[in-house]
């Protein structure tokens, strides 16, 4: 069973910087790839980064030269590096652990951390 925990949430104003991070324990870190998703009020879940276990990274179109995800195998950790943040990136941000990561496409397990909340004020 794997076990999930973000961190690093909080309010921030426009322009700011957060770093999220994804702790995952329960399985061969090195082995999953890991993403990176969002969720805001009446919205659907949508794809946010991804990482394959090689290194290999893709990012949706709205966060493409923004935000940076990146992973440390020795700490089990995935982080999301979240650069000029603006109003519209508000959402509880979710990671996911051990989905598919193929030709530079993510799709997500059912492994899901419990997320955390980002808020960027205007």
């Known amino acids: 069973q794997v076990q999930v925990v973000e961190f690093g949430g909080g309010l921030v104003q426009a322009g700011g910087s957060l770093r999220l991070s994804c702790v995952a324990s329960?399985?061969?870190?090195?082995?999953?790839?890991i993403g990176w998703y969002r969720q805001a009020p009446g919205n659907e879940r949508q794809w946010v980064a991804a990482?394959?276990?090689?290194?290999?990274?893709n990012y949706a179109d709205s966060v493409k030269g923004r935000f940076t995800i990146s992973r440390d195998n020795a700490k089990n950790t995935v982080y999301l590096q979240m650069n000029s943040l603006k109003p519209e990136d508000t959402a509880v941000y979710y990671c996911?652990?051990?989905?598919?990561?193929?030709?530079?496409?993510?799709?997500?397990?059912?492994?899901w951390g419990q997320g955390t909340q980002v808020t960027v004020s205007s």
């Open positions: 329960g399985s061969p870190f090195r082995l999953r790839a």
């Open positions: 990482i394959s276990t090689g290194g290999s990274t």
């Open positions: 996911n652990v051990g989905g598919v990561y193929r030709y530079s496409t993510y799709s997500s397990s059912a492994d």
